[in-house]
């Protein structure tokens, strides 16, 4: 194999983009809306680590070996976007959603601890 062939024959890497995101608060908790075109819910990972939201997703549409973009603005790639955190949200509640290209997350927030009185012990 020819030196030129090894290189036409290696991946180029995807580009990575952030996703256009809106992040809503309401009275239940807080939305986050991520556009993420091309993505399939088994190429889409969603970690928490720590404080961090990290979102990650790869587009892998392409154009077939007949076919030639003329303009790409949404084809294949990487999607990486990262979202800290409340301690308001309750982490184990965390829901989410794909439909239509974009991803609908739903941090719930921690119910308010109802007060209570301690009981006093006798020595």
Same mark, same amino acid.
């Not at 949404?74 to 790639?77: L, N």
């Given at each position: 194999?020819t030196?030129?062939t090894e290189?036409?024959?290696?991946?180029k890497?995807?580009p990575?983009?952030?996703?256009?995101?809106?992040?809503?608060?309401r009275e239940d908790?807080?939305?986050?809306?991520?556009?993420?075109?091309?993505?399939?819910r088994?190429?889409?990972?969603?970690?928490? $680590?720590e $404080?961090?939201l990290?979102?990650?997703?790869?587009?892998?549409?392409g154009a077939?070996?007949?076919?030639?973009?003329?303009?790409?603005q949404?084809?294949?790639?990487e999607?990486v976007?990262a979202?800290?955190?409340?301690d308001?949200?309750?982490?184990e509640?965390?829901k989410?959603?794909l439909?239509?290209g974009?991803?609908m997350i739903h941090?719930?927030?921690?119910?308010k601890?109802a007060p209570r009185?301690i009981?006093?012990?006798?020595?």
């Open positions: 194999m030196e030129a290189i036409k024959n290696e991946a890497p995807l990575r983009v952030s996703p256009a995101t809106d992040i809503l608060e908790g807080f939305y986050v809306y991520m556009d993420i075109p091309g993505v399939r088994e190429d889409l990972k969603i970690d928490i $680590n $404080n961090e990290l979102v990650t997703g790869r587009a892998n549409q077939s070996d007949k076919e030639t973009f003329l303009e790409v949404f084809g294949p790639g999607y976007r979202v800290a955190l409340s308001l949200v309750d982490r509640g965390i989410a959603n439909k239509d974009v991803l941090l719930p927030r921690m119910e601890a009185r009981p006093i012990q006798t020595a």
